[in-house]
């Protein structure tokens, strides 16, 4: 998934991703996925969203990335119709879910997404603190 990739191979890296994750999840065994749920919130960059969404807090930057994992490079950075893909991906998945997973699957795209997104209806509605902390 790093992000000097084609837009193309970064979103199938995060296809596989979501599914490892939700395979894990599945079973219970929450307690191992700390490491692919950073990278489930790494995965794209919300950075573009900023222009458009100055109260935005993106606090997930994009990792720096060993150049052996670059397979097919970028000609161009990300734009946001690029990071509107990976959650386009991401709602397709979450309609597939049902029960414990969905909410499982909620509880990520809040904590990890729409709180970075909208941290101030966040705090209004006492999901975050006003630091970014869950409550």
């Known amino acids: 998934?790093?992000?000097q990739n084609k837009h193309n191979i970064r979103i199938v890296s995060y296809e596989v991703l979501l599914q490892y994750i939700d395979v894990l999840a599945q079973d219970g065994n929450i307690s191992g996925?700390?490491?692919s749920l950073e990278m489930?919130?790494?995965?794209?960059n919300m950075a573009p969203f900023s222009a458009e969404m100055p109260e935005a807090r993106i606090k997930y930057q994009p990792?720096?990335?060993?150049?052996?994992l670059v397979l097919v490079p970028?000609?161009?950075?990300?734009?946001?119709?690029?990071?509107?893909?990976f959650l386009d991906v991401f709602?397709?998945?979450?309609?597939q879910r049902t029960g414990k997973l969905l909410d499982f699957w909620?509880?990520?795209?809040r904590k990890y997404y729409l709180a970075q997104l909208y941290p101030?209806?966040?705090?209004d509605l006492k999901v975050i603190q006003n630091d970014g902390k869950l409550y």
Do not use: G, H, Y
């Open 74 to 85: 970028s000609p161009a950075p990300e734009n946001i119709e690029e990071s509107c893909t």
């Open 63 to 68: 990792p720096t990335v060993d150049p052996v």
């Open 1 to 3: 998934m790093a992000r």
């Open 120 to 123: 101030k209806v966040f705090v």
């Open 106 to 109: 909620f509880e990520q795209l």
């Open 91 to 95: 709602f397709d998945f979450l309609t």
């Open 40 to 44: 489930f919130a790494k995965a794209f």
């Open 33 to 35: 996925l700390d490491e």
